[in-house]
């Protein structure tokens, strides 16, 4: 049975609702056409080339990603600028893209609750809940049993991809760890929420300096922090986001998921030693 884009927009949009998007963002099918089939699909977080390099590749007729390409305004893709050429690339090929951005943040299930299943954390509500209580930002979550933020650092860094820069914490590593919010992609304006939320430890990306440290100088109440990269927090929703298509097509649309780390981070100065 042929699927057309349109079709497979409709699934995707009904998983990660548009408007659930903050209003700054840019969600939505970037290029290509509605009326045309799709039978291969990639899914990844970032469009750069490597992952237009894959779907190429794959004869993908879809990428499927969470970043946007095209975030802020622009007055042209010529094929001489950076995202232009990939803007070029993509038509040439017959390759569509779509992306579900600050909408599969949000969604239930979305962004944070691939993050806390790969972590093995049962989700109990919304870190930063919007109106309905229901969908938002972030998850709150607890362990099966609590274990030592050592050990809990150590967990983390198994159920994510590895990079370069790895996985990094705050805490005494005995502290006892059960209770843990989690926010994919950069978290560091929820410090506050996880604090009041009273949970062990706060796992997210892109943690900066400033807000780190006057988070850790709050007290002994505060949240451990585990720092991972933004591309590794985001990765396990490429999961979950083919198998919505996986399950809307039934065997119709072949899914994948690209594995091509698109973390800009690509050397640590012990390696050069």
Known sequence: MSVTLAEVIRAVEAAYPPELAESWDAVGLVCGDPAEPVSRV???VDVVEATVDEAVELGAQLILAHHPLLLRGVHGVAADTPKG???HRLIRSGTA???AHTNADSASPGVSDALAEAIGL????PLAPNADGVTGLGRVGELAEAEPLGAFVRR?????????PGVVASGDPDRPIRTVAVSGGSG???LAAATVAGVDAYVTADLRHHPAGEHL???QAVP???GLTHWASEWPWCGQAAAVIRAAFAGNVDVHVSARCTDPWSLRAEETL
């Open 122 to 125: 049962r989700v109990l509500r």
């Open 97 to 99: 893209l779509l992306c």
């Open 188 to 190: 560091d304006s929820f």
């Open 42 to 44: 990639l899914v990844c």
């Open 217 to 219: 100088e709050a007290g």
């Open 156 to 164: 983390v860094a198994g159920a994510v991809p590895a990079t370069v």
């Open 224 to 226: 451990a922090l585990v």
């Open 85 to 87: 050429r990939l803007v």
